[in-house]
């Protein structure tokens, strides 16, 4: 295998037809204006990253009734969010019925809700509304099976609410990819979901699947499936551009078949010379691997997820590497039916 940096220029491979019904959150929403300091924060943070004070206006509370457990909390900020089946989506629920619906931020902290469109089964206590409905404290939400109860303000204290239910959270998308890729229509379409599902587990911004095959050498060669970006009120989008990775930690977890994640550079004394020199903070390399056999082999890799990010991501939890470890495993299974 070629130690050279490799240079990926992808084709573009949009898939229209799965975003099509999907509502748009507009790319002003990229950035969190705190009201008291004047910091703009990031698109997902919780509370302010200078004052510490709480960018919350109000939550979704989910009664039990579907897929998402009794109590589990959807903080909303002062932003727009989508909330449904799909990777693009704000707040993952993994149900085929739960097409995404659209809470659109107005201002003055209120909220508008707009319905699946064509099709899709949501009602604004218990009766079906017409799209930009205005939501008040104590609306229910019922999006397919599941029930939320919309709230104004901070929950109440002592209420755990999503940023410490991560891994809950982790692995509802984890089972809504399992669903759009056992649902895909090609293998790149497959790919397409999970690379977006480690990008919305990791918060990293950049993804690529590359599928293992050999070259008329005989040796190993990693050729480019997908390419995606996280893209500010747009979910994940392909790319049509070359960017540069990390060859050297992308290797390494194919020599040795390991999950490899960074969640932050600088708190790490050593690093890689191409992390170093393109200036990443973060990165993740993700094996798919197929075998039977006890012991690993570079021949058992049919495939690897590397993502990256100029940014270091949030501290990213011990339950992450058995989650993607599970969807690496599926995507296994699903690539050798195709091939």
């Known amino acids: ?60 509370e989910s009664e039990g009734e579907g897929v998402i457990p009794q109590g589990l909390l959807f903080p909303l900020c002062r932003r727009s969010y989508r909330v449904g089946r799909r990777m693009s989506d ?34 604004l206590n218990d009766q079906p509304f017409e799209s930009g409905k205005s939501l008040v404290a104590g609306d229910s939400i019922r999006l397919g099976a599941d029930l939320f109860t919309f709230f104004e303000g901070d929950p ?89 990775i990390s060859q050297t930690l992308l290797q390494q977890s194919l020599l040795d078949g390991g999950t490899i994640i960074i969640d932050d550079a600088r708190k790490r004394t050593t690093l890689p010379h191409s992390m170093v020199a393109l200036n990443l903070n973060s990165l993740a390399c993700i094996p798919i691997v197929y075998s039977e056999r006890r012991l690993y082999s570079i021949e058992d890799c049919i495939g690897i997820i590397y993502t990256d990010s100029f940014m270091p991501t949030r501290e990213i939890e011990p339950h992450v590497v058995p989650l993607l470890t599970m969807l690496a495993s599926f995507l296994s299974t699903t690539i050798m039916n195709w091939r």
Do not use: W
């Open 1 to 60: 295998m070629s130690s050279n940096p490799l240079y990926l220029m992808v084709p573009t491979m949009s898939d229209n037809s799965a975003q099509a019904n999907a509502p748009t959150v507009n790319d002003q929403d990229a950035r969190q204006l705190c009201l008291y300091c004047d910091h703009e924060n990031a698109y997902d943070a919780l509370s302010c990253e200078s004052c510490e004070s709480s960018l919350l206006v109000g939550y979704l």
């Open 156 to 244: 109440p204290e002592g209420t755990t609410i999503f940023s410490a239910q991560t891994a809950q959270q982790a692995q509802f998308i984890l089972h809504g990819a399992y669903m759009e890729i056992a649902a895909a229509a090609d293998l790149n379409s497959a790919c397409e979901v999970a690379v977006d599902a480690v990008l919305k587990i990791t918060k990293m911004d950049r993804g690529v699947f590359f599928l293992t095959d050999t070259d008329e050498a005989g040796e190993l060669v990693l050729r480019q499936c997908v390419t995606r970006e996280t893209t500010f009120g747009e979910g994940f989008t392909d790319v049509d551009s070359p960017f540069k």
């Open 90 to 123: 704000d707040y993952v629920i993994p149900c085929h019925s739960a097409n995404s619906i659209l809470l659109e931020y107005m201002g003055d902290d209120t909220f508008r809700l707009h319905p699946p469109s064509p099709k899709g089964f949501c009602l």
